[in-house]
């Protein structure tokens, strides 16, 4: 009886629970407020050059925040059609298929001793790399200029720009990959070995394989800094071996009155990183979320 009456008194006196989630807590709406502003931040400029994309510039000058009233295919059209712009997407997808290859290659190769072997300068050299995310490669630019151009003689190459890009995009890839390779129980690679297979075979066979999601990440990540390149395809490419961002500038430059066709221009430019990035976003947070947990 004393049980079943204090019940009662009980749900009286604290009430209901409240709902994990329910979004109640202090700071909730100013969270989603900034969230918003964010979000607009981000998508505007943006959202702004797409919908100007499809208006004349008599709109522009006219209406700079209208919507296209009536809306104009040609900007695009002849963006589509110039023979340019394809050269430049072609070097585009070339210098990051090549960086991303490398990259994701070169950065597995390295991350597995730091993972999986014991030796004592492991750590030291570990952080080496985690201090390279501190070195922008603004300062080596000019040393990593007469590097490719003199010495290498690789300039106005895909792989005089790709090979650089790669080196400075390997930090944060051993830094992605490291944890993966080690949640991997060594009870595996400890069977592995038992049945016959070597290391380079537990390497390519099973470890390959499991860390599937890390290679995705930042061969992701790879590859959208890669397209978004501006600093050094600008010294160490000329010509038609011209990236989409140079092209932009160029075209920019030599149709400055034109402001709806560099509209077009710069939005058909970031779509391919773009819809790239979307498609694999759910890969990147599921990469990151095992990097963290690693």
């Known amino acids: 009886m004393t049980v079943t009456a204090d019940k009662p008194q009980t749900r009286r006196r ?8 329910s979004g109640r807590g202090e700071g909730g709406p100013i969270v989603y407020l900034v969230a918003l502003v964010v979000v607009a931040l981000t998508l505007g ?3 702004y050059a797409v919908f100007g994309g499809f208006r004349t510039n008599a709109q522009l000058a006219a209406d700079p925040a209208g919507m296209p ?7 695009y059209h002849r963006v589509l059609t110039s023979s340019s ?3 430049f997407a072609i070097n585009s997808t070339a210098i990051a298929v090549i960086t991303t290859a490398v990259t994701v290659v070169f950065g597995l190769m390295a991350a597995y001793p730091l993972a999986r072997y014991q030796f004592r300068w492991r750590e ?4 080496v790399f985690v201090v390279g995310l501190l070195f922008p490669a603004t300062v080596a630019i000019i040393p990593l200029f007469i590097l490719i151009t003199r010495d290498l003689s690789m300039g106005n190459t895909w792989w005089g ?11 944060m890839t051993i830094v992605i990959l490291r944890p993966f390779l080690m949640a991997i129980p060594r009870e595996m690679e400890e069977a592995a070995l038992i049945d016959g297979a070597s290391r380079v075979q537990f390497f390519w066979r099973v470890l390959l394989p499991l860390s599937g999601p890390g290679m995705i990440t930042v ?8 397209w978004n390149a501006y600093l050094l395809p600008l010294l160490l490419l000329q010509g038609q071996m011209r990236t989409l961002p140079l092209g932009v500038a160029d075209f920019s430059s030599q149709y400055s009155s034109d402001t709806a066709g560099v509209f077009a221009f710069t939005t058909l ?8 990035f979307l498609a694999m976003q759910r890969r990147i947070v599921s990469g990151l979320q095992g990097a963290v947990k690693g």
């Open 269 to 276: 430019a970031m779509i391919p990183a773009l819809l790239f």
């Open 161 to 171: 720009v790709a090979l650089p890009q790669a080196a400075f995009a390997l930090p």
């Open 85 to 87: 712009f394809w050269t």
């Open 219 to 226: 061969g992701v990540l790879a590859f959208v800094g890669s």
């Open 69 to 75: 009233d009536p809306w104009v295919f040609d900007n």
């Open 124 to 127: 030291p050299l570990f952080m």
């Open 14 to 21: 604290f009430g209901r629970a409240p709902k994990e989630g």
């Open 45 to 47: 400029p943006v959202l």
